[in-house]
C-alpha cells in the first residue's frame, strides 16, 4: 500500500528583526500548508541572521528556551493549520549554555520534542563552536501524524554515520535545515564545486539509507555583503533521484509529494541495509586507524 506525505520547504532570507524573521517563517508556512504541506521544514536559526559570523557576545541575546516563546508561536500554527512544523532555533538550556536545536511540532501543536545539532562546525565565518554547545541528546526520530520523520543540522549532513544511524532508528524522511553559502569573493567554479559536493552527500544519504532526504537552506546576502547564502533546497526521493531544486537567489517555497513506500521496493533491490557487515564496523569508533 502506498504511503504518501506532502512536505514544505522554505527558503527564506533573513533580516536582523527577529520577530519579523518569526512572522516571516509563519507566512511561509501557512503558503505551504495551501499548497497542501503536511510536513513544513524551515532553515537552520530562521529567526536571525546568521550570526555565527563573528564571535560577539551580544548574540547571546538571541537564544531562547525550547519549549518558548517561538515554539508557542509555531505550536498554534501547526494546530490552526494541521501541518508538522519542524523549526530550528537557538536554545538556551541554562545560564550559559546553549545549543543549536531543532523543536518538532506536530499537527496538533503539541510539542513532540527537540534535536540538538551533534556537529558544530568552527571554519572562518562559521565559529559556531563559540556559541553552541554539541548536543547530548543522541539522534532523534519523531514519530508524527503523518510520517516518523528524523531530524538533522546543517553540519550533520556532511556525516553518513549521523543519517545511518537516524536511518535505522525508523526515519522514514531525513529533514535537514541548513545555513550555507559563498564568499563573495571566490569564484564561480569554486562556488559551484562546493554546492555539488553539499548536494551530492546528502543526496548520497538518500541512497545509502533507502530514504527521502530534505534539506532547506537559507538565501540571500549576508555579513555586509561578504557572504551569499546559496539557497539551492531540494527534495529526493529514497534512491536519490532530486524532485526539486530550488535557485541560488530567489526565496521560494515549494511542495513536494514523497511516496515513502518507494523505501521498500528500493531496500528489495538494493539491499544495502541488509547486507551491511555489521560485525566488521568497530575500528569506525577510532579517531583514525594506526598504531598509536
Known amino acids: 500500500m502506498n504511503k504518501r506525505v506532502k512536505v514544505g520547504l522554505v527558503q527564506n532570507a533573513c533580516t536582523s528583526d527577529k520577530a519579523a524573521n518569526l512572522q516571516k517563517a509563519i507566512e511561509g508556512i501557512k503558503a505551504a500548508a495551501a499548497k497542501g504541506a503536511q510536513i513544513v521544514c524551515l532553515q ?16 547571546f541575546d538571541l537564544a531562547e528556551s525550547i519549549p518558548g516563546p517561538s515554539t508557542d508561536a509555531l505550536s498554534a500554527v501547526a494546530k490552526e493549520l494541521g501541518v508538522v512544523i519542524i523549526a530550528s532555533l537557538f536554545e538556551k538550556r541554562a545560564q550559559g549554555l546553549y545549543h543549536n536545536t531543532t523543536a518538532v511540532l506536530d499537527a496538533d501543536g503539541s510539542y513532540l520534542g527537540k534535536y540538538r545539532k551533534m556537529h558544530i562546525p568552527d571554519d572562518p565565518a562559521f565559529y559556531e563552536k563559540f556559541y553552541f554547545t554539541p548536543g547530548d541528546l543522541g539522534y532523534k526520530v519523531f514519530q508524527t501524524k503523518f510520517a516518523k520523520i528524523g531530524v538533522l ?21 531525513l529533514f535537514y535545515p541548513t545555513a550555507i553559502g559563498w564568499a563573495t569573493d571566490q569564484d564561480e567554479e569554486t562556488n559551484q564545486d562546493q554546492y555539488n559536493a553539499w548536494q551530492t552527500i546528502q543526496r548520497s544519504h538518500a541512497v545509502a539509507n533507502g530514504v527521502p532526504v530534505v534539506s532547506v537552506n537559507r538565501v540571500g546576502f549576508e555579513q555586509d555583503g561578504a557572504m551569499k547564502f546559496w539557497g539551492g ?35 528489495k533491490h538494493w539491499p544495502f541495509l541488509r547486507d551491511r557487515r555489521i560485525d566488521s564496523y568497530q575500528p569506525i569508533t577510532k579517531r583514525f586507524i594506526d598504531e598509536e
Not at 537552520?44 to 548574540?59: G, I, R
Not at 543540522?153 to 524522511?173: F, H
Open 44 to 59: 537552520e536559526l530562521f529567526a536571525s541572521l546568521y550570526f555565527c559570523d563573528v564571535e560577539d557576545y551580544a548574540n
Open 153 to 173: 543540522i546543517c553540519w550533520d549532513q556532511w556525516y553518513p554515520e549521523a543519517s545511518r544511524i537516524t536511518a535505522l532508528m525508523g526515519a522514514e524522511v
Open 233 to 267: 533546497s531540494f527534495a529526493t526521493n529514497a534512491q536519490g533521484k532530486l524532485l526539486y531544486l530550488a535557485s541560488h537567489d530567489n526565496e521560494e517555497i515549494e511542495v513536494v509529494d514523497l511516496d515513502l513506500s518507494e523505501s521498500d521496493f528500493f531496500r
